[in-house]
């Protein structure tokens, strides 16, 4: 065992977890913009979008989980992790940051981490020049070093783009450059060597699905719940020009009100 499930379940629920300072953004969010919660044309209510809105805000989170969690099993297997940002050696050059960066004996580590697989054409041409930019920088930099760089997809039931992506690194010739494409378990049995890493962490997140099997989203009631009260008295100090908007006789505002607010609750109880 690399770690505990105990202690691999408690990082993942601190970084996924809404607290207030989501249900600030939530709301800042929704005045800015309330075309995208509310309106004519959408044909889902506002109690819906906010659903779908929590839910991608989750998908984004746990993509930072799963970078996070690989960066601490990679430091457990004994490896170095290294600054995940690297410059150029000219004045004021742009910085590139990496998802995995790390050092072991006389090679240097790349690896850009995906979720999956499923990007358009657009996409995947910008994600592998990006990918392209970074390795090629660590070459130059560290020429003393192997550089092994890969650009891994987590869930490998998608790969849309293998062909692509492995078109484009066979056109790579460097000495001291190795690269390439890795779907799931993949990573750990030829970059990494420690299959038994990828299988602890596969069980963990089966287990910990499956214990969510009965979950259910909650957003807070906007008219009564303490957490959107602190949200409102929050915009109102620290964005007051955004507050106006919102109780402002905008028949924007005023049908998201209706919508969002139907008893007025907690903006009577602000406005008091």
């Known amino acids: ?63 930072n989980f799963m970078e996070e969690i690989i960066t601490e099993y990679i430091q457990r297997m004994g490896y170095r992790n290294l600054e995940k940002r690297i410059q150029a050696d000219s004045q004021n050059a742009q910085y590139f940051n990496v998802d995995q960066l790390f050092i072991k004996d006389n090679s240097i580590y790349l690896i850009e981490q995906k ?8 996409k995947k041409v910008g994600q592998f020049d990006n990918f392209r930019k970074k390795y090629l920088l660590l070459g130059k930099k560290h020429p003393e070093h192997e550089i092994i760089a890969t650009m891994w997809f987590i869930d490998d039931s998608l790969v849309k783009n293998k062909n692509y992506y492995l078109g484009k690194i066979a056109n790579e010739t460097s000495a001291n450059l190795k690269l390439s494409i890795s779907y799931g378990p993949e990573l750990f049995i030829n970059i990494l060597g420690n299959i038994e890493a990828w299988n602890e962490i596969y069980a963990y997140l089966s287990r910990n699905k499956a214990e969510r099997d009965q979950e ?23 964005r007051p020009a955004l507050f106006k908007k919102l109780i402002s006789d905008d028949k924007t505002y005023v049908q998201l009100r209706e919508e969002l607010f139907p008893t007025g609750e907690n903006l009577k109880k602000l406005l008091d």
């Open 1 to 63: 065992m690399i770690m505990s499930y105990e202690e691999f379940v408690q990082r993942l629920n601190t970084t996924i977890e809404t607290d207030q300072s989501f249900f600030d953004k939530l709301l800042i969010k929704i005045v800015r913009d309330p075309h995208r919660f509310t309106g004519v044309f959408r044909l889902s209510n506002v109690k819906n979008k906010l659903i779908q809105y929590v839910t991608q805000s989750r998908e984004i989170k746990f993509g």
């Open 115 to 122: 979720i999956r697989d499923d990007h358009d054409s657009t």
């Open 216 to 238: 259910s989203l909650d957003i807070p009631d906007f008219d009564t719940s303490k957490e959107i009260f602190c949200a409102l008295l929050n915009l109102k100090k620290e």
